[in-house]
């Protein structure tokens, strides 16, 4: 059974780095069929695509973030990473981790993490 | 302001049909697939539809999914209590290469 758990703070300064990280259990990260991503719901709101990444490396960044943003992939421990620089209030959100199908046109979310909340705030 | 613009919210009473519609451009479900997502009051959102119709294993058939131009919807159908949640699209952009979701419609039941 595919597990994605996320980790990282819960509080982050404004200005400064964002950074989590997913551990998948019950696949390989290095599997040809899937992108991971990440995706927010910012309190009340909405759900947001922030960015997928392949087991190469290979990136879709949403533009909105892109300068802010990256995202890394750490095949010897299962699990892929989010970086977002200078965040401000407007970054407070819960950060799920999925995953989707390759390639990007015919996938779809097929399973979630339940997701941290993350706060900006000094 | 999503790309996909659903209906903020919808009611039906147990046992009626409601559905839920999506609508966007010729960039995203115009050209790509739609793929449908139910988020149950404080839990992660679950794949309900994908590929515009498909079921994945588990998902009642209550639950269907069109697709027609550049505009989508789900409709489900012998409403129940449980289905009360947040129902959101999402597609594929192919000018923006990246995914698109809709703003997410409260459905309540009744």
């Known amino acids: 059974q595919l597990q994605l758990q996320e980790s990282g703070p819960g509080l982050v300064k404004p200005s400064e780095t964002l950074s989590l990280t997913c551990a998948v259990s019950g696949d390989s990260i290095s599997s040809s069929s899937n992108y991971w991503v990440w995706i927010r719901q910012p309190p009340g709101k909405g759900l947001e695509w922030i960015g997928s990444?392949?087991?190469?490396?290979?990136?879709y960044y949403n533009p909105s973030l892109k300068g802010r943003l990256s995202m890394s992939v750490d095949t010897s421990k299962n699990q892929f990473s989010l970086r977002l620089s200078s965040v401000t209030a407007a970054d407070t959100a819960v950060y799920s981790c999925?995953?989707?199908?390759?390639?990007?046109?015919?996938?779809?979310?097929?399973?979630w993490g339940q997701g941290i909340l993350v706060t900006v705030s000094s | 302001q999503s790309v996909l613009t659903q209906p903020p919210s919808a009611s039906g009473t147990p046992g009626q049909t409601v559905t839920i519609s999506c609508s966007g451009s010729i960039s995203n479900i115009g050209n790509n697939f739609v793929h449908w997502h139910q988020q149950l009051p404080g839990t992660a959102p679950k794949l309900l539809i994908y590929r515009n119709h498909q079921w994945p294993s588990g998902v009642p058939d209550r639950f269907s999914g069109s697709k027609s131009g550049t505009s989508a919807s789900l409709a489900i159908s012998g409403l129940r209590s449980e289905d009360e949640a947040d129902y959101y699209c999402a597609a594929w952009d192919d000018t923006l290469r990246g995914w698109v979701f809709g703003g997410g419609t409260k459905l309540t039941v009744l």
């Open positions: 990444i392949y087991h190469t490396g290979s990136t």
């Open positions: 999925a995953r989707h199908g390759y390639p990007v046109r015919v996938g779809f979310f097929d399973f």
